[in-house]
């Protein structure tokens, strides 16, 4: 019996695993008409101040803007908060639901105390588990109000009649209970505690880092189960297509060279004078942290200088002949915006040299920039997007590898080279082309 037991709990963890460690594999799958307002004007409406609880919509909206609730529940030129975004896993999608103020498909008639459940206990409003793929392990850390004032604002949010497409998830993931088993292992309902030996500064950043920001979902490693190893905080993920970097004091591949006003200027405009936020950091950035107030901001920057520094390991040494022909790579696809010597020019085209990304243990994250190319996220402060090109069709595998190794070991970054098994395999997840060889292909 016991062992059935365990077998069974085991069985739960395996099947949310890769629901957990969803974030970084979102697909768009469906479209519906186009939206009548976009996730930024909505959220940056007035609130009548004529309103009724006028204090409590503008709080409500604050923490929607601190969960970032938009990412996930907007598919791509979708209605806002109306869902239907695939979160894509291993071993199947799971759509998130409409949270527009529609009573029939949205969560207009739910009730405070089952908003709350969802928020604190990770349940729906019939009581049944939600995979963990909703940040529910973090939100638990909201107060009732916050809670409260988050249902109030989304009921001011226009109704969208839209039911989300039904999860494709095979047998036994598709089993909601199994949760329970997860949950059990990896989850206690919960409520913020603060340090009273810290500032006030200090305890509002950690709050937005450890509750609504649900920073670590991305930025903390994983066990085997999909839970956040909390061994390890913000050391750094990596998920399914991305890396989510070290955010810890480490000066190499952490934020420890970082100083806290340039952690304020990323998180506000996306970008600073040594990195730029890509992919899902991207919409972080848009939905979230640049319209957070510059208070919070400044909290979530105290707080992120005071994480130690995880420990620094020492990478292999790269084959010469890779470092060789990365350079002359990098000379003919790359120094036209990064420049020779990876300085960059700041704030437009990134800087590659002591480089945290550039350097995280898993090179997943570059080459997937290399592969896909990337925009950079557009806020009020830098409306105008950049981009970098991708380079799935003019250079191969192997040539992907060498040149991300031989940034990963040049002006100043140390980090194990990358091979081309690592870049072929990426390039079958994201469905990227494969170079076609022309006739003159010899001459290279
Ligand atoms: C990381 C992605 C993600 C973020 C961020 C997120 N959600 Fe969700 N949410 C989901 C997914 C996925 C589900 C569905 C889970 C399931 O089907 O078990 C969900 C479910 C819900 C539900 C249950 C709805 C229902 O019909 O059962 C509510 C309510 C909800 N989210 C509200 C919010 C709010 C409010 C925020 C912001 C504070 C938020 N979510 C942020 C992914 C997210
Ligand atoms: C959905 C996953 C996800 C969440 C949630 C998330 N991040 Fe990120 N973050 C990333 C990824 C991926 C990158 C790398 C972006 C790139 O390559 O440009 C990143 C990059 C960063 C960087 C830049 C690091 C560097 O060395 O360049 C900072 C700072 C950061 N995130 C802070 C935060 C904070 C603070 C939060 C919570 C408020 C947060 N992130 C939430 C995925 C996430
Ligand atoms: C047309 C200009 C352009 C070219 C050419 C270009 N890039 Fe980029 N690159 C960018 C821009 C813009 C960004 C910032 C995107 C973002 O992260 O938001 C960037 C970001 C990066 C980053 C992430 C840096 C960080 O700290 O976040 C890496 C790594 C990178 N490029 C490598 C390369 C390599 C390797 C090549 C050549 C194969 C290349 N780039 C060619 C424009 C370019």
Redesign the pocket.
Known sequence: MVRRRRALLILAGVATATLAGW??SQTRTNTINPPSITPVQLLSRPIPAMAPNAAQLQHGRDVVVQG?CVSCHTQSAGEPMAGGLGLRTPFGVIYSPNITSDTATGIGGWTPAQFYGAMHRGVDDQGKPLYPAFPYVYFTRISRQDSDAALAYLKTVPPVRYTPPANQLPFPLNIRFLVRGWNLLFFRPGTFRGDPARSAQWNRGAF??NGL???G???TPTNFLGANDNGKPFQGGSLDN????D?SGNARVG?GGWRGAE?VE??KTGRNAR???????AE?VSY??SLMSDADVAA?ATY?KTLAASPDRRPAAPGQGAMNRGAAIYSDACASCHLEGGVGQPRYFPPLSRD??VQQANPT?VIH?ILAGVRTAPTAARPSPLTMPSFAWKLTDQEIADVSTFLRNSWGNRAAPASAGDVGRLRRRLNLTRVRLTQNSGDH
């Not at 991305?242 to 970097?245: D, F, L």
């Not at 990195?275 to 950091?281: I, L, R, S, V």
Request: glycine share 8%; proline share 6%; net charge negative.
């Open positions: 974030a970084l970032d937005l880092v920001g649900h920073c979902q991305c930025h991305w890396v989510a970097p955010l934020l952690i990323y998180l990195a730029q936020a890509a992919g899902p950091m972080v979230s942290t979530i992120l945290a990304v994250g920039l």
